[in-house]
Every structure is written in C-alpha cells, then in structure tokens.
C-alpha cells in the first residue's frame, strides 16, 4: 500500500513512500540476498571520521526460530502483538567511543540514525517495509545476546513484505490506512536566524 | 562525479551514489524549490512518538551573502577551505527534550541523524552534492545565532552543485577522486548474536 508524502516540492519516490506500516504478511520471508541488501545500505551511510559507529544484530525466523522469538521478547507487549509477524527483526545499537582512540563519541547516535535509516529506504526500494521501534527493554535485550555497555542500544526494526491490504481488518486497518502527517515545514525548518520559517 | 559504492548485494542508486565531496561549483547557484526539497525528505524521515525532534538552519550565499558568511565562520579552518564554495550551508540541531511531555528524549540525535540523511539523499536525487560535518564550533554557532541550550548541534551540511571534476587540480583532485571505502559487513553486522558475523 502506497501511502506517498505530501510535499511543497517533489522528493525522491523512495523517500517519499517509505513509512513505517506495521501489517505484515508473515508468511512470506526475507531472503539471505534482501538482508544483504538492506545491510549495505547501511553500510554506506556517512559518519564522523568515517568511524561507522552503527552495530546491527538481524534475527531472520526462517533461519533460526528461537533466536528470533528471543528479540521480540524484548519488544514491548504494544509492539509484539504486531511485530510477530515480521520474518526479521533488527537491533541497531551506537558504539559511544570512537575506534581510533576510544574516546566519546558524541555523533554515535546520529552516524546510526543515518544507517538504519538507509536501511529502511532500501527495504521501500527492494518491496519490503521496515519500522524503527523505540519501545523495547534494553537491559533485557542487553543481558540476552551479551551487548558490552560501550554500545547504546537505540531501536529495534521490523523488516517484512507488506500484508495485502485487502487481508487487514479492524483495528489493524484503520491504523494502517490513516494518513500520514508531518509537523507544518515552518516550525522545523529556519533561515538566516533561529526561529525565522524558511517558508 | 559518480563513485558508487561497492557492494555485495545491489542497493538502490540513490544511496549507491550519495557521496560526501569536497569540490563545489561556487558559480552554480541552488534554487529556493531545490532547498524546499532537501526539507522536505528531511521532514518525512521516521521519529520516535512522531515528534520530529530536528531543526534546521538554512543559509543561501545567493539570498544573503552576509549571514552565510557568519555561518561559514562557525566551521573549523580546515572545513571553511572548502566549503566556502559550497552556495548552501546548513546547520543541524536536535531537540533533547520531547515535545509532548518536556522530558529528555534519547532518540533525538539518532532520528536527526536519519533527517540530515534524507537530506543528503534528496541532494544526490536533483543533481546536488552534500556534505556533513562535525567540524565546527558550536559554542560559536549558538551565540551567533540565539539557538536555545535545549537543542544539541550536531553538524553543518554544505550543498551545491559538485564541480566538474575537469576544473578540480592538485591535493582536491586527489581528494576528491580517492575510493570510497567502509569495513567489511562482517565486523558491524552480525546475526542471532553480538559479534556473530552475518557472512
């Protein structure tokens, strides 16, 4: 389901219909080759000193079940009841020092906003769908697959094909076909001086 | 110039070929509907509670030569070297408190970073190149520009059309014809566990 941005000028169609859905067609899986994909693409996002601070652990459930069902236990019961029926589950966490000298790095989580968010463009590019989430438990997912505390975990994305929108009832539709909004460019978006609309 | 990235699974062209040059084509002006894009992509990133936690400051050398150079001196010296050709500055900022309940948001510089990227992706879509920066004094940015203690400053971007690579000599022509590179998949990406590879 296309649910394209409206905007004041044209942008790229894979910027423009990117969005977070959250129906899934679960029986349909992610190939080796797709999560390659979607990885290089983060790969190749920017970050200061080219330090790649962005660390990725990718849960794929039709190549391992348990570890799979050990992330979505991590996510909130608000995000689970969705989020299981997306074949692969994503947890982006942001290295706090850099690598060339260990010290404090404080565009860690900036640099990994970038990555996964070039992520979720190129599942729009290659037909799946991604969803960041912030409402996941980060001691548990921590303890669970033994993440050193250098590391800041940030969000976990569900990576799936969109259910066919004819199959989605209830609830699940009325979300799913809501429309789109933004905050007016004007409160964000400044020229020459703080505060002072770019439009 | 295009230097698309090296992969091992193909990634949509957008992101392939966004790059961070150095060498713009100062005589080549960026376009107020051009600069109305950029916002836009970065207005339709994702955000945690939809809050939209960036702000950006846009200077335009061909609306107001005076303010972009107040913005040129905020950047360290190495940087105004080269981004003094770049028509197009803009600064970055993230908002730390949630806009809904004025409490401390975490993912406010990780959703900006994934705003400055669309930005960025945007740019490489219309023909522009952009660059981001952490180089620059951000004491010195807040005074000049009365930016509130309640948003972090993360990075300039410079913008405008890259120059023709025919017209770039010596240490820029270099520069500017280097391989991109990254670390191998391997060792930011891994699978069902921290630090287990995913190829």
Redesign the interface.
């Known amino acids: 389901m296309k649910k394209p941005?409206t905007?004041?000028?044209?942008?790229?169609e894979?910027?423009?219909n990117?969005?977070?859905g959250r129906a899934y067609d679960a029986g349909k899986p992610v190939t080796q080759?797709?999560?390659?994909?979607l990885?290089?693409?983060?790969?190749?996002?920017?970050s200061?000193?080219?330090d790649?601070p962005?660390?990725?652990?990718?849960?794929?459930k039709n190549?391992?079940a348990k570890?799979w069902q050990q992330a979505l236990d991590c996510l909130v019961s608000g995000n689970q009841a969705w989020a299981k029926d997306a074949p692969v589950l994503v947890l982006v966490a942001?290295d706090s020092l850099f690598g060339h000298n260990q010290q404090p790095n404080?565009?860690a989580?900036?640099?990994?906003?970038?990555a996964?968010?070039?992520l979720?463009?190129?599942a729009e590019?290659i037909g799946l769908m991604a969803h960041?989430m912030?409402g996941f438990n980060p001691d548990l997912a921590r303890e669970t697959?033994?993440?050193?505390s250098q590391f800041t975990l940030?969000?976990f994305i569900t990576v799936g094909h969109p259910a066919d929108i004819a199959t989605v009832t209830g609830e699940a539709l009325t979300r799913e076909t809501a429309a789109?909004?933004?905050?007016p460019?004007a409160e964000?978006?400044?020229?020459?001086?703080?505060?002072k609309p770019?439009?």
Not at 7 to 12: L, S
Not at 109 to 114: E, L, S
């Open positions: 941005a905007t004041q000028a044209p942008i790229h894979l910027i423009a990117r969005w977070s080759t797709q999560i390659i994909s990885l290089e693409a983060a790969r190749w996002a920017p200061c000193y080219g790649q962005w660390r990725f652990i990718v849960w794929n190549a391992d570890a942001a404080r565009w989580q900036y640099d990994t906003g970038a996964a968010e070039n979720c463009l190129q590019a960041q912030g697959f033994n993440i050193p940030m969000a789109r909004t933004r905050k460019l964000l978006f400044f020229t020459e001086s703080w505060g770019i439009v």
